[in-house]
């Protein structure tokens, strides 16, 4: 076996524990790529059509079963979208990131968020690297400003004063660049910093909390174009587990989705582009055999208020989406079972600094996922390495996922 080097080995070595432990870790996920050609292939259209006025979507729905590669599948697309000079978010749905809620998952998205170049606080390097003088910045100043702007004042107001008081008021430069980034900015010190630069009494009307949070999106996709990326890519994990969601967190869920499923009425040419993963068995699971067609409609419209029938419609276009959208991963073929199984091979070897033999695996059946062939392969190799003599054979046992309703996964709704 050609010699590696101690760096070589230790990456080869991480790769291989993540494979093992089913983790798409970078290491992992650079070793064997996506080995899904045609939804990469969609992906990287959704890339270059990011901003484009006349872009009929901005998104992609991806679904597989457990073990089928959907996190493996995101963090290759996380990898693909920084070459393409985007930033990128990766945002796990769970009890603390709701999908209902949209304040929690901005949080999620901005604490995630990564640039091109690798550095994190994302929101705060953005703002460091903007010139007040060049077209990029008149360019967000001028989509922030007048009456139509797809945002509140306060972030025309925010982006104005950021450059004056970046050298006279470190910490309220700070407190914008927080107010970006999903924090609350009171209005008694945002009207005094205006009026110390001449800007007037900004009128600073309330704006609801989830409105604000998707107005933070729609101006963090922009302040990260006027800082040099070509837009935001937000990459959404674990959406199945709306489906433990109470029937009115359910509601809000696919209102959600169907928000993130399409292009933004309010800013059709967004630099924002969303990737949603969930269970492929979702439609039979949930939405037929929960009958949340009907049940959630109608729990909602039973509210008897305009904003709850907006929210039923949402909701209805988010179920339809899961139905009619979804791109369903591939099983691997022969050939790219061949080349996982001679790549993962080779990685063992660098990783343990031996020459594997061929080892069974499982057998080749359509139904059995990439991560158990991958898996099994791993555990063989290791069992021959300590003992030579072994003859390992492996099987596969299936655990059954479920989605029963769980209050403490969908966490409390405020209703906010």
């Given at each position: 076996m050609t010699a590696v080097t101690p760096a070589h080995r230790l990456s080869a070595r991480r790769a291989v524990e993540a494979l093992r432990s089913g983790v798409p870790s970078g290491d992992a996920v650079t070793a064997l790529g996506s080995g899904q050609a045609e939804v990469e292939d969609r992906f990287l259209e959704l890339?270059?059509?990011?901003?484009?006025?006349?872009?009929?979507?901005?998104?992609?729905?991806?679904?597989?079963?457990?073990?089928?590669?959907?996190?493996?599948?995101?963090?290759?697309?996380?990898?693909?979208?920084?070459?393409?000079?985007?930033?990128?978010?990766?945002?796990?749905?769970?009890?603390?990131?709701?999908?209902?809620?949209?304040?929690?998952?901005?949080?999620?998205?901005?604490?995630?968020?990564?640039?091109?170049?690798?550095?994190?606080?994302?929101?705060?390097?953005?703002?460091?690297?903007?010139?007040?003088?060049?077209?990029?910045?008149?360019?967000?100043?001028?989509?922030?400003?007048?009456?139509?702007?797809?945002?509140?004042?306060r972030f025309a107001l925010t982006l104005t004063l950021l450059p004056q008081v970046t050298t006279t008021d470190g910490d309220f430069a700070d407190a914008i660049v927080r107010f970006w980034s999903g924090d609350p900015l009171g209005v008694a010190e945002l009207r005094r910093q205006a009026k110390q630069v001449g800007a007037g009494r900004p009128a600073l009307g309330a704006?609801?909390?989830?409105?604000?949070?998707?107005?933070?999106?729609?101006?963090?996709?922009?302040?990260?174009?006027a800082a040099g990326c070509r837009g935001w890519l937000l990459l959404f994990d674990e959406v199945e587990l709306i489906g433990r969601y109470s029937p009115l967190q359910r509601g809000r869920a696919y209102a959600e989705l169907a928000g993130w499923l399409r292009p933004d009425p309010e800013d059709p040419g967004s630099p924002l582009v969303s990737v949603l993963a969930m269970t492929d068995d979702f439609d039979a699971a949930v939405l037929t055999t929960n009958n949340d067609r009907q049940t959630v409609p109608t729990r909602l419209r039973a509210k008897q208020t305009s904003e709850y029938d907006e929210l039923a419609a949402a909701a209805e276009a988010g179920m339809r989406a899961i139905e009619r959208q979804m791109v369903v991963l591939t099983p691997p073929d022969n050939a790219e079972l061949d080349r996982a199984y001679a790549r993962v091979k080779a990685l063992h070897g660098e990783a343990f600094g031996w020459d594997p033999p061929d080892v069974p695996g499982l057998e080749r059946l359509g139904t059995t996922r990439m991560r158990q062939y991958v898996r099994a392969w791993i555990n063989e190799w290791d069992l021959v390495r300590l003992d030579p003599d072994c003859r390992p054979a492996s099987e596969v046992v299936e655990l059954a996922i479920g989605y029963d309703e769980d209050d403490g996964v969908g966490g409390e709704d405020d209703g906010t």
């Amino acid at each position: 076996m050609t010699a590696v080097t101690p760096a070589h080995r230790l990456s080869a070595r991480r790769a291989v524990e993540a494979l093992r432990s089913g983790v798409p870790s970078g290491d992992a996920v650079t070793a064997l790529g996506s080995g899904q050609a045609e939804v990469e292939d969609r992906f990287l259209e959704l890339l270059n059509h990011a901003g484009a006025p006349t872009a009929s979507t901005r998104d992609l729905l991806i679904g597989g079963g457990f073990g089928t590669g959907k996190s493996h599948v995101l963090e290759h697309f996380a990898n693909l979208a920084r070459a393409e000079e985007f930033a990128v978010s990766r945002i796990v749905v769970s009890k603390e990131t709701p999908l209902y809620d949209p304040v929690k998952v901005l949080r999620a998205a901005v604490a995630s968020a990564v640039l091109p170049s690798g550095a994190g606080e994302a929101v705060a390097e953005a703002a460091a690297g903007l010139d007040p003088g060049s077209p990029a910045y008149a360019e967000l100043l001028r989509w922030t400003s007048g009456g139509r702007a797809p945002v509140d004042e306060r972030f025309a107001l925010t982006l104005t004063l950021l450059p004056q008081v970046t050298t006279t008021d470190g910490d309220f430069a700070d407190a914008i660049v927080r107010f970006w980034s999903g924090d609350p900015l009171g209005v008694a010190e945002l009207r005094r910093q205006a009026k110390q630069v001449g800007a007037g009494r900004p009128a600073l009307g309330a704006v609801p909390r989830r409105e604000l949070a998707r107005q933070r999106f729609r101006f963090l996709a922009r302040l990260f174009v006027a800082a040099g990326c070509r837009g935001w890519l937000l990459l959404f994990d674990e959406v199945e587990l709306i489906g433990r969601y109470s029937p009115l967190q359910r509601g809000r869920a696919y209102a959600e989705l169907a928000g993130w499923l399409r292009p933004d009425p309010e800013d059709p040419g967004s630099p924002l582009v969303s990737v949603l993963a969930m269970t492929d068995d979702f439609d039979a699971a949930v939405l037929t055999t929960n009958n949340d067609r009907q049940t959630v409609p109608t729990r909602l419209r039973a509210k008897q208020t305009s904003e709850y029938d907006e929210l039923a419609a949402a909701a209805e276009a988010g179920m339809r989406a899961i139905e009619r959208q979804m791109v369903v991963l591939t099983p691997p073929d022969n050939a790219e079972l061949d080349r996982a199984y001679a790549r993962v091979k080779a990685l063992h070897g660098e990783a343990f600094g031996w020459d594997p033999p061929d080892v069974p695996g499982l057998e080749r059946l359509g139904t059995t996922r990439m991560r158990q062939y991958v898996r099994a392969w791993i555990n063989e190799w290791d069992l021959v390495r300590l003992d030579p003599d072994c003859r390992p054979a492996s099987e596969v046992v299936e655990l059954a996922i479920g989605y029963d309703e769980d209050d403490g996964v969908g966490g409390e709704d405020d209703g906010t």
